[in-house]
């Protein structure tokens, strides 16, 4: 009889393990505003259902977060591919908070060092995340998008083809309202007939969040941002975002409010936006259209969970 020292085994890495109805996870946080990041790259095909999406977001049964995220393989030629579900099961066409968190996680996976760029197939289009050397991610967001019929909105175009300082009633207050799309819809506005000048911390948000939201002038719904003019070159905001509620940082709607101040003519295009959770930088181009954003991921923690 003879007797083999066993085979020195690779160490496994704990994203590497598949087994069978458990979700292993890693969650990341963008100024507050957190997600559940799930390594889907076998896939096109989400590992996790709407409704499982919305037991994993639960703060109280479950892992809690603002939604998952999940990280697909390339698609026309894209590094990879990123698809959310938000809190409530819908699925939104991006998240700016959300993708910086998935370069992070993808440089994790990859286990990248030094600066990175991915080019990453959203619903929104083509995003381009770059990992910075003091790990702050700065992302290319695109051009906004300012026709009333491609945000959607009902409101009428008001300046050269835009939604700006439109009459918005809400409970019979009229607020003025600037609408953008990064890809996905926003409401962006800076007072009503009642205030001008909006104390942002004052704002009874539960209450007046969801009226913009499922308001009839947005047939896909809208995120809506509340924002308190500081400076030429400061903002501070609150949202309410489409599908998730009040949250802490929403990086889609820092560029919607710097696009909707530049065309009101209130700041300057490059600006520091701060959210309940932190502040983010935002820049629009005026030579290419572009809007830059840059703040920092965060990883919060790793798991699993039975699905």
């Not at 953008?180 to 007072?191: A, E």
Request: glycine share 10%; aromatic share 6%.
């Amino acid at each position: 009889m003879s007797v083999e020292a066993p085979e020195k085994s690779r160490k496994i890495s704990f994203l590497d393990r598949k087994e069978s109805g458990v979700l292993h996870f890693v969650k990341y946080h963008g100024l507050g505003n957190d997600f559940i990041l799930v390594d889907n790259r076998n896939s096109l095909e989400p590992s996790v259902t709407p409704e499982q999406a919305v037991k994993l977001c639960d703060r109280n049964f479950g892992i809690g977060a603002d939604g998952v995220i999940f990280a697909m393989p390339g698609v026309n030629g894209t590094d990879y591919s990123m698809r959310i579900f938000n809190s409530d099961g819908s699925e939104p066409e991006m998240c700016g908070n959300g993708v910086r968190c998935f370069a992070r996680y993808v440089a994790d996976l990859e286990n990248l060092t030094g600066t990175r760029s991915f080019t990453i197939h959203t619903g929104a289009g083509l995003i381009v995340p770059e990992i910075q050397e003091d790990g702050k991610v700065k992302v290319n967001m695109g051009r906004p998008v300012l026709t009333a019929a491609d945000i959607p909105t009902k409101l009428p175009e008001t300046k050269n083809g835009a939604v700006v300082q439109a009459n918005l009633a809400v409970d019979g207050i009229s607020w003025k309202v600037t609408c953008v799309s990064m890809g996905n819809p926003h409401c962006v506005t800076f007072g009503n007939e009642r205030s001008e000048g909006l104390q942002v911390d004052d704002l009874k948000l539960a209450e007046i969040g969801p009226k913009f939201e499922h308001h009839q002038m947005f047939p896909s719904r809208t995120n809506t941002e509340f924002v308190e003019v500081i400076s030429r070159t400061h903002l501070k905001m609150r949202v309410w975002e489409r599908g998730a509620g009040a949250t802490l940082a929403c990086g889609t709607g820092a560029c919607a409010l710097v696009v909707a101040a530049v065309l009101e003519g209130r700041i300057e295009r490059s600006c520091t936006v701060d959210l309940p959770g932190g502040p983010l930088e935002i820049e629009w181009r005026e030579d290419d259209n572009l809007v830059y954003m840059t703040g920092p991921a965060e990883v919060v923690f790793y798991g699993s969970i039975p699905i």
